[in-house]
């Protein structure tokens, strides 16, 4: 009997996204197993391709030719049956490529591509520490001198002696010291000063016993500053003292320094770090330091979620409702989902927190799917602070047209006298909204999407937020030659400018997508914040939760009304969690905090709950339009979203594809529509259309969506992406 295996190749397409049939020669056939890397000749070029085994099976023959399995990967550990699993399930549930979701159960970066970091380091022979060194050989005694301590690095012999490569070459030579090379992590743990337990307060106390006493998915909607933190240290420390691990879900890299702080006080080296900023080689060591059970504690963004964790006892998802925990690119999943599948099969407790939990959660902790917590105060009884809807219809009657009603620039000049600190959210970055001629009514559009583009100051140019592109802004209007152009729609690049002339005293920082993108940027507006070299704080939505700085009492929420006008089922939603939690960062000391939330709308129900925090009022106002319509969570949702560079070949798709769904045998059990142009019709040079199909089961548009990808893949002329529950609409 011959053995084979069948194989997904990884890097592949949607073309190619199912698995191939390969022989395995007799001399490897005792390591065949499901799981396992492999190198594979493929294609018509026999090009060597890394490949991953989802099936062995023996046959005396096959009725189609097979090429031969190159050889294992060596080094490289097993994908265990709960990796495995965890990819099944993407590709079944959230409709996943099969590749794509392999790739996220696998070590980050492409197999084989890591390189160790090497470091040069010295020590005394016997004969070195005996040797006679001439008078004039400064830099060698210099450095036999240091090395006397011990051991010491290339780096750190340089720093002590002042010796040089050529003065370790002829120590070397000599025979009096001896160089070792070894092997360095690029990410140096830090120690952090010791934080201990704290007891807990009452409230505290009852939901870490609800949450210890039976295994389940548990919602903790609590206050801002009520100490959810303190919970999750509390329940990660009695999961390792269980000798099992934890995963801790933070939405944002900006909230990671802190945490990480918090636990690294608590645990010390016990922890792994996984996001987005590391570089490729940091997070393939983290992945390893798990992989090998060095540390117990997984702490990172989304994709921390799939830690290769053994022996789970606790996973937390802090902020649960932020929609950064839905990847809706290849592979497609929601963190929140993968952590209760994960939870599932370790028998372990899930905790989702929130201060706004998501209407999804809310939404099953109703249905009695999952048990819902509370926290209703702040820790030590810290009143939550005063919340202010200030009408700017009234400032403009009153003549006062800047970006501040008066309260707001009254309450940040007094805090800014007491020593304390203020925070400004304008959740729309550049310094302007578009460009536009006042003579004929000209915008400057992105050429490529149907948009109209931002002004980004500081860089002169013109920006397109959906695809890059940029334009050079002119004196004069391209179309009518007019000097009536001008600027409308503040942003924060705008806000920050309208701040310092305000408050030229202030030291004053932004934080937003344009000023975070080094490496380091959120670490130093976190410490910058915490040791109070900052006094005003100007930034969008990254800036929205989690920070936690005892001097800031003054919130300002800019215009309010930006998210709560788009023209999205979420808009309301997230409009009032934005809110929320941003007027949360105040107050959250000894000294009492106060947010002026700036609308023309002040009667709003959104930001009527959203001032006083009230979840309740604003769920069942939601929920009262969702059920009318018929929209999530009361029914399932799928979107099918087409793309290509010809309008009418675009649309052709789309109706046979809305001609596929009417002919579908639960037909009857759907709601349908589309296909309509998307919200931006036109993106990248793309013309995009949408269907929306709409379901009580599921399970229903599970089957027809895979249905759909296999009668209609991905050309290169027309994408289809087909997303179920997305958490935007395009």
Same mark, same amino acid.
């Not at 792994?272 to 997984?298: C, D, F, K, M």
């Not at 179309?479 to 309208?498: K, N, Y």
């Given at each position: 009997?011959?053995?084979?295996?069948?194989?997904?190749?990884?890097?592949?397409?949607?073309?190619?996204?199912?698995?191939?049939?390969?022989?395995?020669?007799?001399?490897?056939?005792?390591?065949?197993?499901?799981?396992?890397?492999?190198?594979?000749?493929?294609?018509?070029?026999?090009?060597?391709?890394?490949?991953?085994?989802?099936?062995?099976? @023996?046959?005396? !023959?096959? &009725?189609?030719? %097979?090429? /031969?399995?190159? =050889?294992? $990967?060596?080094?490289?550990?097993? *994908?265990?049956?709960?990796?495995?699993?965890?990819?099944?399930?993407?590709?079944?549930?959230?409709?996943?490529?099969?590749?794509?979701?392999?790739?996220?159960?696998?070590?980050?970066?492409?197999?084989?591509?890591?390189?160790?970091?090497?470091?040069?380091?010295?020590?005394?022979?016997?004969?070195?520490?005996?040797?006679?060194?001439?008078?004039?050989?400064?830099?060698?005694?210099?450095?036999?001198?240091?090395?006397?301590?011990?051991?010491?690095?290339?780096? @750190?012999?340089? !720093?002590? &002696?002042?010796? %040089?490569? /050529?003065?370790? =070459?002829? $120590?070397?030579?000599?025979?009096? *010291?001896?160089?070792?090379?070894?092997?360095?992590?690029?990410?140096?743990?830090?120690?952090?000063?010791?934080?201990?337990?704290?007891?807990?307060?009452?409230?505290?106390?009852?939901?870490?016993?609800?949450?210890?006493?039976?295994?389940?998915?548990?919602?903790?909607?609590?206050?801002?500053?009520?100490?959810?933190?303190?919970?999750?240290?509390?329940?990660?420390?009695?999961?390792?003292?269980?000798?099992?691990?934890?995963?801790?879900?933070?939405?944002?890299?900006?909230?990671?320094?802190?945490?990480?702080?918090?636990?690294?006080?608590?645990?010390?080296?016990?922890?792994?770090?996984?996001?987005?900023?590391?570089?490729?080689?940091?997070?393939?060591?983290?992945?390893?330091?798990?992989?090998?059970?060095?540390?117990?504690?997984?702490?990172?963004?989304?994709?921390?979620?799939?830690?290769?964790?053994?022996?789970?006892?606790?996973?937390?998802?802090?902020?649960?409702?932020?929609?950064?925990?839905?990847?809706?690119?290849?592979?497609?999943?929601?963190?929140?989902?993968?952590?209760?599948?994960?939870?599932?099969?370790?028998?372990?407790?899930?905790?989702?927190?929130?201060?706004?939990?998501?209407?999804?959660?809310?939404?099953?902790?109703?249905?009695?799917?999952?048990?819902?917590?509370?926290?209703?105060?702040?820790?030590?009884?810290?009143?939550?602070?005063?919340?202010?809807?200030?009408?700017?219809?009234?400032?403009?009657?009153?003549?006062?047209?800047?970006?501040?009603?008066?309260?707001?620039?009254?309450?940040?000049?007094?805090?800014?006298?007491?020593?304390?600190?203020?925070?400004?959210?304008?959740?729309?970055?550049?310094?302007?909204?578009?460009?536009?001629?006042?003579?004929?009514?000209?915008?400057?559009?992105?050429?490529?999407?149907?948009?109209?583009?931002?002004?980004?100051?500081?860089?002169?140019?013109?920006?397109?937020?959906?695809?890059?592109?940029?334009?050079?802004?002119?004196?004069?209007?391209?179309?009518?030659?007019?000097?009536?152009?001008?600027?409308?729609?503040?942003?924060?690049?705008?806000?920050?400018?309208?701040?310092?002339?305000?408050?030229?005293?202030?030291?004053?920082?932004?934080?937003?997508?344009?000023?975070?993108?080094?490496?380091?940027?959120?670490?130093?507006?976190?410490?910058?914040?915490?040791?109070?070299?900052?006094?005003?704080?100007?930034?969008?939505?990254?800036?929205?939760?989690?920070?936690?700085?005892?001097?800031?009492?003054?919130?300002?929420?800019?215009?309010?009304?930006?998210?709560?006008?788009?023209?999205?089922?979420?808009?309301?939603?997230?409009?009032?969690?934005?809110?929320?939690?941003?007027?949360?960062?105040?107050?959250?000391?000894?000294?009492?905090?106060?947010?002026?939330?700036?609308?023309?709308?002040?009667?709003?129900?959104?930001?009527?709950?959203?001032?006083?925090?009230?979840?309740?009022?604003?769920?069942?106002?939601?929920?009262?339009?969702?059920?009318?319509?018929?929209?999530?969570?009361?029914?399932?949702?799928?979107?099918?979203?087409?793309?290509?560079?010809?309008?009418?070949?675009?649309?052709?798709?789309?109706?046979?594809?809305?001609?596929?769904?009417?002919?579908?045998?639960?037909?009857?059990?759907?709601?349908?529509?589309?296909?309509?142009?998307?919200?931006?019709?036109?993106?990248?040079?793309?013309?995009?259309?949408?269907?929306?199909?709409?379901?009580?089961?599921?399970?229903?548009?599970?089957?027809?969506?895979?249905?759909?990808?296999?009668?209609?893949?991905?050309?290169?002329?027309?994408?289809?992406?087909?997303?179920?529950?997305?958490?935007?609409?395009?």
């Amino acid at each position: 009997m011959n053995v084979y295996v069948e194989v997904l190749i990884a890097a592949t397409t949607r073309k190619t996204d199912r698995p191939f049939t390969y022989h395995v020669s007799e001399a490897m056939a005792d390591q065949a197993e499901v799981g396992r890397l492999c190198e594979v000749p493929f294609g018509r070029g026999n090009r060597t391709a890394q490949a991953l085994v989802v099936r062995v099976f @023996e046959a005396e !023959a096959l &009725s189609f030719p %097979t090429k /031969d399995v190159h =050889r294992w $990967l060596p080094g490289v550990a097993l *994908v265990n049956a709960e990796g495995m699993a965890l990819a099944r399930h993407m590709v079944e549930h959230d409709l996943s490529d099969q590749t794509a979701a392999i790739q996220t159960v696998l070590p980050p970066g492409r197999l084989g591509s890591y390189r160790p970091l090497l470091r040069s380091f010295y020590h005394l022979t016997p004969e070195g520490r005996s040797a006679q060194v001439p008078q004039r050989a400064t830099k060698q005694r210099a450095a036999l001198e240091a090395l006397r301590d011990g051991e010491l690095s290339r780096k @750190e012999l340089f !720093a002590r &002696s002042m010796a %040089t490569a /050529d003065t370790l =070459r002829r $120590l070397e030579e000599k025979g009096w *010291v001896e160089r070792t090379e070894r092997r360095v992590e690029r990410r140096a743990f830090h120690p952090q000063a010791h934080d201990p337990a704290k007891v807990l307060t009452a409230e505290q106390r009852e939901v870490y016993e609800r949450i210890v006493a039976q295994t389940g998915t548990y919602l903790i909607c609590g206050v801002t500053g009520s100490g959810k933190t303190e919970i999750y240290l509390q329940l990660v420390a009695r999961a390792l003292e269980e000798g099992k691990e934890a995963i801790v879900l933070v939405p944002e890299i900006s909230l990671t320094p802190q945490t990480i702080q918090r636990f690294a006080g608590r645990f010390g080296d016990q922890i792994a770090i996984l996001h987005s900023r590391l570089s490729p080689e940091e997070r393939y060591e983290e992945w390893e330091r798990i992989q090998n059970g060095e540390v117990t504690i997984a702490i990172g963004a989304r994709s921390a979620i799939f830690a290769p964790f053994e022996h789970l006892g606790v996973i937390i998802i802090d902020e649960e409702h932020e929609t950064s925990y839905a990847s809706e690119k290849n592979p497609r999943y929601h963190a929140r989902e993968i952590a209760q599948f994960r939870a599932r099969w370790h028998d372990c407790s899930l905790v989702l927190a929130s201060a706004t939990p998501s209407v999804d959660s809310l939404y099953a902790a109703k249905q009695g799917e999952i048990m819902r917590l509370d926290l209703l105060h702040r820790v030590h009884d810290r009143p939550l602070p005063k919340t202010e809807l200030v009408d700017m219809r009234e400032e403009l009657k009153a003549n006062n047209r800047s970006m501040f009603s008066r309260p707001l620039r009254m309450a940040i000049d007094h805090a800014l006298r007491r020593g304390e600190q203020a925070i400004l959210f304008l959740n729309r970055r550049g310094h302007t909204s578009y460009v536009f001629c006042r003579q004929c009514g000209y915008v400057y559009r992105c050429d490529a999407c149907d948009v109209a583009m931002t002004y980004h100051k500081h860089r002169e140019k013109l920006i397109c937020h959906y695809c890059g592109r940029e334009k050079k802004i002119m004196n004069t209007c391209p179309q009518c030659g007019s000097s009536a152009i001008r600027e409308f729609g503040a942003g924060t690049e705008q806000l920050e400018e309208a701040t310092r002339a305000l408050f030229p005293a202030a030291r004053i920082a932004r934080a937003d997508a344009d000023t975070m993108r080094r490496k380091d940027a959120y670490q130093e507006i976190y410490e910058g914040m915490r040791d109070g070299r900052i006094d005003i704080l100007i930034g969008t939505q990254m800036i929205a939760k989690g920070f936690d700085f005892p001097k800031v009492t003054v919130v300002g929420v800019m215009a309010a009304d930006v998210s709560l006008n788009q023209p999205d089922l979420h808009a309301g939603e997230r409009t009032f969690q934005l809110i929320t939690q941003v007027a949360g960062r105040a107050g959250r000391d000894q000294r009492a905090g106060h947010v002026y939330i700036q609308t023309y709308k002040p009667m709003h129900p959104v930001l009527q709950a959203a001032a006083a925090q009230n979840v309740d009022a604003f769920y069942d106002g939601e929920m009262a339009f969702r059920r009318e319509n018929g929209y999530p969570p009361v029914r399932h949702e799928m979107q099918i979203v087409l793309s290509g560079p010809k309008r009418e070949a675009v649309l052709t798709r789309a109706l046979a594809i809305r001609k596929a769904i009417e002919a579908y045998e639960e037909r009857n059990r759907l709601f349908v529509d589309g296909p309509t142009p998307c919200l931006i019709e036109r993106m990248n040079l793309r013309y995009r259309f949408q269907l929306v199909v709409r379901g009580k089961e599921r399970l229903t548009l599970e089957r027809l969506g895979q249905k759909l990808i296999d009668a209609f893949p991905t050309s290169p002329e027309i994408w289809v992406i087909v997303s179920l529950d997305p958490m935007t609409m395009n």
